[in-house]
């Protein structure tokens, strides 16, 4: 059983759209981060929230913490192709070890 | 800063085989995890390292070893091949609250 569930496992939209991809626990977390990797490569960092409630924006993308930091949510706003890759969530309590979600497998068709 | 490097990123084995693995950390960064990544599983956690010592291990058997040098460079073993080790292993060197991926090693074990 994931400590970390991603939701949906796969999702495949037209370039414009807008999509959200879900990652729940019932536990808390003292801070979780999102990656996105693409085939054959490593994951790469592009947040980390921390406090409860945060919202954080890198360009089109908008990433929540919850207020109990049990969950987070990953919004992209207007799907381009360089989007396309595995969406990965992880959660740390301190610091020292990280658990993944199963990831997400977003395919942005042009 | 130069990032998380992994060699060699392509090995192919034959079952019963060993295999040594390595990674230099980003400069700075005392503490390497190792991840093994499948289709079917995801992420997995193996274990990490800090100042030379084991800190955290995940679940798998002791055919899975790992150590770390003085200057942070980590290396990862598996001694007795088996077919179901094909993977990509993942370094991540992390300080503070963020953990940052190396490209990894696709192993292929025949």
């Known amino acids: 059983t994931q400590l970390l569930e991603q939701s949906p496992q796969f999702l495949s939209i037209q370039e414009g759209e807008n999509l959200t991809v879900y990652c729940n626990s019932s536990s808390v977390f003292s801070s979780l981060q999102w990656y996105r990797q693409e085939p054959g490569e490593g994951p790469v960092l592009l947040v980390t929230v921390v406090t409860g409630g945060e919202v954080k924006k890198l360009k089109r993308l908008t990433f929540q913490f919850g207020d109990a930091r049990k969950d987070s949510s990953l919004h992209i706003t207007a799907a381009q192709p360089g989007d396309t890759g595995l969406y990965l969530c992880a959660g740390t309590y301190n610091f020292n070890k990280f658990y993944f979600g199963s990831g997400t497998k977003l395919n942005v068709k042009p | 800063k130069a990032g998380v490097t992994q060699t060699p990123r392509y090995l192919i084995k034959t079952r019963g085989q060993q295999v040594t693995l390595s990674c230099s950390p980003i400069s700075g960064h005392r503490s390497v995890s190792w991840y093994q990544q499948t289709p079917g599983q995801g992420l997995q956690f193996l274990f990490e390292y800090f100042s030379e010592t084991q800190r955290n291990k995940g679940n798998f058997p002791g055919r899975f070893s790992g150590r770390q040098f003085s200057n942070s460079r980590s290396e990862m073993n598996v001694s007795t091949l088996e077919l179901g080790d094909s993977a990509l292993y993942l370094c991540?060197?992390?300080?503070?609250?963020?953990?940052?991926f190396g490209p990894g090693t696709r192993l292929t074990v025949l």
């Open positions: 991540a060197s992390s300080q503070e609250r963020e953990q940052f």
